[in-house]
């Protein structure tokens, strides 16, 4: 079975300060990984993802990710956060061969100024 | 860019009526799918669609069908509405090749309530 588990609802940072938004995943076989943002009332927009390769996926807005095989996780971070990173983040997972990707039950990331 | 255009944007049902949520992308893309966004729950796939002709389900697939006639189009019908399928919609797209292989590109949802 595929599943992504985003284990905290909420996070919330001081803008400045480096941010950490946890995903560990279980498929079998090797993953696609995904990380996707959302604004209110907005639909989901790409981030950045693992295919294969270096550990560490750098994506849009300064964000990156690092793919950790013996933890089974892809933590999504950012060195300064800002009050616009303010967001829902969701984590997916997809195995090289299969045609159905999974979603994390989301988390909210709060940047205070 | 239009993108994933998806229609209507709200819908209220009541109980038992049927409808159709539409979802069309000009981007050309193989992989079309329909996802149901809850509070806590996350993105759940409800069907999906490697390209046109083929369709297949997803998590949660009862009471919804769907078709591909065309690789643009891709409806998702409801048969018989029920309270519990009170839910946000999403349509998505991707490419299953190239540089954007998997990155799924999402409409901007479909709100429907059943009374």
């Known amino acids: 079975a595929q599943s992504v588990a985003q284990p905290e609802d909420q996070v919330n940072v001081a803008e400045g300060n480096p941010l950490t938004v946890k995903c560990t995943y279980s498929?079998?076989?090797?993953?696609?990984l995904f990380w996707y943002v959302q604004y209110p009332n907005r639909g989901l927009q790409f981030l950045l993802k693992?295919?294969?390769?270096?550990?560490l996926v750098k994506g849009s807005y300064g964000f990156e990710a690092e793919f950790n095989k013996s933890q089974t996780s892809f933590h999504l971070k950012k060195p300064s956060a800002l009050v616009s990173d303010s967001a829902l983040y969701f984590c997916a997972v997809r195995a090289h061969n299969f045609n159905k990707f999974y979603f994390g039950s989301g988390t909210k990331l709060n940047v205070k100024p | 860019n239009a993108g994933v255009t998806q229609t209507p944007k709200f819908q209220v049902l009541k109980t038992g009526q049927s409808m159709t949520l539409q979802c069309a992308q000009d981007m050309n893309h193989e992989y079309m799918s329909w996802y149901r966004q809850d509070p806590g729950m996350g993105l759940r796939l409800i069907h999906y669609?490697?390209?046109?002709?083929?369709?297949d389900q997803g998590e949660v697939p009862n009471g919804y069908n769907v078709s591909r006639s065309t690789t643009e189009d891709f409806p998702l019908r409801l048969l018989s509405a029920a309270p519990s399928q009170t839910s946000v919609y999403f349509c998505?797209?991707?490419?299953?090749?190239?540089?954007?292989?998997?990155?799924?590109?999402f409409g901007a949802g479909t709100r429907l309530s059943v009374l």
């Open positions: 998505a797209s991707s490419s299953i090749g190239g540089i954007a292989k998997n990155i799924q590109y």
């Open positions: 693992y295919i294969t390769g270096d550990n």
């Open positions: 669609s490697v390209g046109a002709g083929i369709t």
């Open positions: 498929v079998s076989g090797n993953p696609y």
